[in-house]
């Protein structure tokens, strides 16, 4: 290489690097905008072990609606959401009575090893 050559490189190479890093910037502005995390993408194994016992309880247990319940699960806080339909709730958020659906899905989850907290994110729906 001819010396003007050598002294343009290391200037390309700059703008180069700083394109680059206006698209990262661009991109990460992009993934921000559409309210996705990156960190939610990223599950714990212990995590992802704990979501598979707490479905696999789910779907054993008889009392329980689990086709219709989500599972979320963040440093062993466990989230059920979904759409519950029950004869006695008439819309309320937690039906009265003493075998409600939030208490047996809650007998069910809290008795799995792992599970620090519970939390519930259910619509209640009345039987049509």
């Given amino acids: 290489m001819s010396p003007p050559e050598t002294k343009r490189w290391p200037e390309t190479m700059r ?5 680059f890093q206006l698209a990262l910037a661009i991109c990460a502005g992009a993934v ?30 008889s009392d329980v609606p689990s086709d219709s319940i989500g599972v979320e699960v963040r440093d062993g806080v466990v989230t059920l959401s979904g759409s519950v339909v029950c004869e006695e709730c008439g819309g309320r958020r937690t039906p009265p009575g003493s075998g409600t659906v939030q208490q047996s899905l809650g007998a069910v989850v809290r008795a799995i090893p792992g599970v620090v907290r519970l ?10």
Avoid at 15 to 19: D, F, G, P
């Fill in 32 to 61: 921000a905008n559409l309210g996705v995390t990156v960190s939610a993408a990223a599950q714990s194994p212990m995590d992802l072990a704990l979501k598979a016992r707490v479905e696999a309880a789910l779907v054993s247990a």
């Fill in 15 to 19: 703008k180069r690097v700083s394109t």
């Fill in 119 to 128: 939390e519930f994110k259910l619509r209640y729906q009345p039987a049509a």
